[in-house]
């Protein structure tokens, strides 16, 4: 099996396809079900596959790749935001973390110099479990996620002076080689060299940002024209290897520099298509990452040293927990915010078996500790995923985001018109309004989007539409109107409920997610509403229409027909929605209709410029 790499390859695909989707099924995520593939093909498990140190190198690649992807999201004026969160956080995360495990350490008999290695290899964080289930759960630009990647940053930064410093801790307890040490130190302080080596960072930098500008933006572009897609891939995988490979060449994580890479992007028109084209590998290589992780368990240790392993796992688990959900306080985040970056910072990361492996080969600590740490640091990144679902299921439903956040707005001078969501899809029907001169109560419960609107000077008031006391307090009772543009089918319908049963008299109009949305509106008496991508669609299809050479009344005249049709449809449907043959049947029965009525509505060619008939 060692030897042959295209069985080894098809192996750990073969575990991954079987597994991942039976995890993701059962509701565990798929990064446990990788795990669980890496243990069944390691070496403890069927022994399909037992080079599990070269798959990790291989699969790290997916981690560069990943940071490569979230740099092309964020732009540079987005990271100078985050600065306080990198330093109030970032920062005080690693020395807090490092500080109490190796108080514990201490306490446990351990010596210094192995308590201060293991505390600062045990704060790091896994980037490849924390941002991709930040990614599955669709918060990498939320609050939770910006924060949980200012964390990360910095301990990717923080990784090469830990690994300097590790010889230095390597001291053992002689005063001779104690001198010694000290004068080597000395020797590489004098060292001109290692002085420069922040200006060439900070040089390396800017000359990033200016070939980023002037050379790979042009490339791109030239790449683009020629219109050979494989050459975009190339160049976009070159792209996050060149990052990678500069900033470790200047002695920083390879991760690192794709970020910055990726950062520099950002604003460039040629994001989406890099985004695109890289996405697959970055999956699968991350799908291998944790494939070897699960591989490299010791269960031999673990069989050996249950209770103590057990023991340090939970112990800088709960550490790491403790440490960066205050910390996360002090910047006043919401309470499942906080709960959500510490869960999915708590494990150890990668970087962890990097300083034990550095650490043990400089004689720093012993090969039983190293052992016994290393299943440790593995064994917590199954935690993460089972610590996220116990969240899920347990502490969310508890939580509500809209409440605890902030108090409700106290509404001044209720409207006759009450508009609840002032995102894109209310922005739209209020302008409408307002340009006709109405005057409406506006209530989001989006703090940003709150105060980005008001600088437009455009007041909207904070509070959970779904709250029948907020309601009350907008004049609901004495309000001809309510508009629910909030997003989501399960609160619209909670809202629409709360209003017919507390507010009968009142009338609504919703925004529909789709047709089933629509009926399940109806059926609560909704009867002014919209579905959001129907008309939009109807609009484009006129579009293409008058692309492929129809008249511009002639595509016009089939949209309303189409949308008079359809909205036909959509009301005859309702009566039978719950009878699937019925439904089937009347929606095949009115699609013929359709097509039948729309060809008999096309004008036909006049006589005069008809083709001739031939004669025999």
């Known amino acids: 099996m060692e030897n042959n790499i295209l069985l080894a390859i098809f192996v750990l695909l073969a575990a991954s396809v079987a597994l991942v989707p039976l995890a993701k099924a059962a509701g565990l995520g798929t990064v446990l079900g990788y795990l669980a593939a890496g243990v069944l093909i390691g070496p403890y498990g069927l022994r399909l596959v037992a080079d599990s140190e070269t798959t990790r190198h291989v699969a790290e690649f997916g981690i560069v790749m990943m940071l490569f992807l979230i740099g092309l999201d964020l732009q540079p004026s987005e990271i100078w935001r985050m600065r306080h969160k990198v330093l109030g956080v970032g920062v005080m995360q690693l020395v807090l973390t490092t500080a109490i495990i190796a108080v514990a350490m201490l306490a446990a008999g351990f010596a210094f110099n192995v308590a201060i290695i293991v505390g600062l290899a045990l704060s790091m964080s896994s980037t490849a479990i924390a941002m991709q289930s930040a990614q599955q759960r669709d918060i990498t630009r939320s609050d939770s996620g910006r924060t949980s990647l ?194 999915l910072l708590s494990q150890a990361g990668e970087f962890a078996f990097v300083i034990l492996q550095f650490a043990q080969s400089a004689g720093a600590i012993a090969a039983a500790d190293y052992d016994v740490m290393s299943v440790a640091v593995a064994l917590s990144m199954i935690t993460t995923p089972l610590l996220l679902l116990a969240f899920d299921r347990l502490v969310a439903p508890q939580l509500d985001a809209r409440h605890d956040a902030r108090p409700s707005d106290a509404i001044d001078h209720p409207r006759n018109i009450v508009v609840l969501g002032y995102g ?70 909670a809202i629409a409920r709360n209003i017919r049963r507390h507010f009968p008299q009142v009338q609504i109009a919703a925004r529909a997610i789709d047709r089933g949305h629509a009926h399940e509106l109806m059926a609560l008496g909704v009867e002014v509403f919209e579905r959001e991508t129907f008309l939009s669609a109807i609009s484009l299809g006129a579009k293409v229409l008058v692309k492929l050479g129809r008249s511009p009344d002639e595509a016009e005249r089939t949209a309303r027909a189409f949308e008079t049709h359809d909205n036909q449809l959509l009301q005859d449907s309702f009566a039978v929605r719950d009878d699937e043959d019925a439904y089937v049947g009347m929606v095949r029965s009115s699609m013929g209709l359709l097509n039948d009525a729309m060809r008999a509505d096309r004008p036909t060619i006049p006589v005069d410029n008809a083709e001739p008939k031939r004669t025999e």
């Open 150 to 343: 200012a964390v990360l940053l910095v301990q990717d930064v923080a990784v090469i002076p830990i690994l300097a410093a590790i010889p230095l801790l390597a001291i053992a307890a002689s005063p001779s080689e104690v001198n010694q040490e000290i004068e080597q130190a000395v020797q590489v302080m004098d060292t001109p060299s290692d002085w420069l080596l922040p200006l060439t960072l900070i040089g390396a930098f800017l000359a990033a940002i200016v070939l980023g500008r002037y050379l790979v933006r042009p490339l791109l572009g030239y790449v683009a024209r020629t219109g050979v897609r494989e050459a975009f891939t190339a160049l976009g995988l070159a792209l996050v290897v060149g990052a990678a490979l500069l900033t470790q060449y200047l002695g920083l994580s390879p991760a690192l520099g794709a970020f910055i890479g990726g950062v520099l992007l950002a604003d460039s028109e040629y994001r989406h298509e890099l985004e695109s084209n890289i996405e697959p590998f970055k999956g699968l290589l991350l799908g291998l990452f944790f494939i070897s992780v699960g591989m490299s368990i010791a269960f031999s240790v673990l069989v050996t040293e249950p209770l103590r392993i057990l023991a340090i796992v939970l112990g800088f688990v709960g550490i790491k927990i403790a440490v960066l959900f205050v910390l996360t306080s002090i910047f006043r985040m919401h309470l499942a915010d906080r709960l959500l970056v510490a869960i």
């Open 424 to 493: 894109r899809f209310g922005q739209i029907v209020t302008r409408m309004l307002r340009a006709q001169g109405f005057e409406m109560t506006l209530i989001d419960d989006d703090p940003a989007q709150i105060d980005l609107v008001r600088k437009f000077g455009v007041k909207v008031f904070y509070g959970d539409g779904s709250r029948v006391d907020l309601l009350h307090s907008a004049g609901v009772a004495q309000a001809e109107l309510v508009v629910i543009a909030v997003g989501g089918s399960d609160r619209i319908l």
